[in-house]
């Protein structure tokens, strides 16, 4: 492990950056930071550790002198209107000549370097497969350390060391990441996973998505292509053979060892429904493994395929793999049941997701559907789905995929969409949904239409990827008052 030092991080409420805070504080580091606007679970995660969190981007943090400031790619070198800068810490970092580098970086150099990487790459499933996989490894006994964008039930934590070693790979534990595509910071261009260097690289699924940095799909198929270029000979790819941007990337070149999932002819298949499914490997006259656990959905399906072929790598046979997924919790914010409130004729259900892109809030909604219809009485309703979301993510902000979100919402009976700071009439872009999808301008609005609305029975699924202006204790409360009791 490298000297300890001082690192003050500059965005430190990202999940990203969040966990990078965490796994310096348990190797060991001073840990500092500074944000705005931060929001639960990774400022709670964080006021835990004893990291002691700064209000803004003052200039006069330059003052703490640490050994090195860390910065996020939420940091850039934008003016207000009034002309001075958005950062003016960064803008000091400059002036001065202090030292600074991105959070990518001081991973690779710091935490990564002599241990067995295993990156999960993708548009969609990236938090939950590399959650899925960090347990799997803790099951099979490898103490694994991981650094996942959200706080897997399982462990309690978004990021841990695990067992370092001395800096060579006989002695380290493996290490599971979440890898980014996103760009690493201002002044680095390249995609956050460039700097992992992973022995083992799962690539879940690939959209277009990031229009704020990429142009096209083909851009971050270039991008995916630099990571497999990182890969050893003696690594594995790990592929979504369904994915046809994904089968093009591993054409396009791969010097690794490959194993695919996904499709019927894949080196890891599924058969059965996604929360009972039993696992196929080519050449094999029975499954190698049964998976039978309290996710939904096709792409928690795939998911777990995806996390079973990485966990062989590093010697974890299939079934030990659908053991320990079994037992799997889930993640904080992935179809987080976060309160119910009875009423007469059903109880009304409240949950949180981090879906944001259309295809996500699609299979989101599908999943619910689906596992809402696999636990009712014959005969009876499952109960409405009520989607409630906003379009925060860069991409969605631009409107890029304005035109999908009546897709992606088709299976749920309402649709409530908060449209507040959009540049894009959210509206218009609804109106094939007619009368089944209702815009605001705010929180407090949405909420006010949600509540005149809702009917007992219904599950109210708030989709969104940063806080929602607590919309989530709104609805309870306002339930409560509504209907009954919250539980």
């Not at 490298?2 to 991080?9: G, L, S």
Request: proline share 5%.
């Amino acid at each position: 492990m490298a000297p300890i030092m001082h690192i003050h991080i500059l965005g430190i409420c990202g999940t990203f950056m969040g966990g990078v805070a965490a796994l310096a504080r348990e190797a060991g580091h001073r840990v500092t930071g500074c944000d705005a606007g931060v929001y639960p679970p990774m400022s709670d995660q964080l006021q835990a550790l004893g990291i002691e969190l700064m209000e803004g981007y003052g200039a006069d943090q330059l003052a703490l002198k640490p050994d090195v400031f860390v910065v996020g790619n939420v940091v850039s070198r934008a003016r207000l209107p009034d002309g001075s800068p958005k950062f003016p810490l960064m803008e000091a970092i400059l002036d001065a000549g202090a030292r600074y580098t991105s959070g990518p970086q001081w991973m690779s150099e710091h935490i990564l370097q002599g241990r067995h990487v295993m990156a999960v790459a993708g548009t969609h499933g990236k938090t939950t497969t590399t959650s899925m996989l960090a347990w799997i490894l803790e099951c099979a006994g490898l103490n694994p350390g991981f650094l996942v964008g959200g706080v897997p039930l399982d462990f309690g934590v978004s990021a841990r060391l695990g067992n370092a070693g001395s800096g060579s790979f006989t002695n380290a534990s493996p290490f599971v990441i979440e890898a980014d595509e996103y760009d690493t910071a201002f002044f680095d261009k390249r995609s956050k996973f460039v700097h992992y260097r992973p022995r083992t690289a799962v690539l879940n699924n690939l959209e277009f998505d990031h229009a704020d940095i990429f142009d096209s799909l083909a851009d971050i198929e270039r991008q995916f292509h630099h990571l497999l270029r990182t890969v050893p000979q003696q690594g594995r790819v790990v592929f979504n053979e369904l994915e046809e941007a994904l089968v093009r990337v591993v054409h396009r070149g791969c010097w690794s060892t490959q194993r695919s999932f996904g499709a019927a002819v894949s080196d890891f298949s599924a058969q059965g429904d996604a929360s009972d499914f039993t696992v196929w490997q080519p050449g094999q006259q029975q499954p190698v493994a049964r998976v039978q656990w309290g996710l939904g959905g096709v792409h928690n399906q795939l998911n777990a395929l995806a996390a079973m072929a990485a966990a062989e790598h590093v010697g974890v046979p299939p079934a030990v793999a659908a053991e320990a997924l079994g037992r799997f919790r889930n993640v904080k914010r992935r179809m987080e049941v976060r309160g119910t409130v009875a009423a007469a004729g059903g109880a009304i259900v409240v949950y949180d997701d981090f879906a944001h892109h259309p295809t996500a809030i699609r299979t989101t909604v599908d999943g619910l559907q689906k596992s809402l219809q696999r636990g009712a009485v014959p005969g009876q309703s499952p109960g409405r789905i009520l989607a409630i979301f906003e379009p925060r993510s860069n991409t969605m902000k631009l409107g890029t995929m304005k035109a999908q979100l009546p897709w992606s919402l088709e299976n749920a009976a309402l649709a409530f969409c908060h449209a507040g700071g959009l540049d894009w009439n959210a509206a218009e872009a609804l109106a094939p949904m007619q009368q089944r999808a209702q815009v605001a301008p705010d929180v407090a609005t949405l909420v006010q239409q949600v509540l005149a609305a809702v009917q007992p029975g219904d599950h109210l699924l708030c989709m969104s990827n940063g806080g929602f202006g607590g919309i989530h204790q709104r609805l309870l409360e306002g339930l409560k008052s509504k209907f009954g009791v919250s539980s």
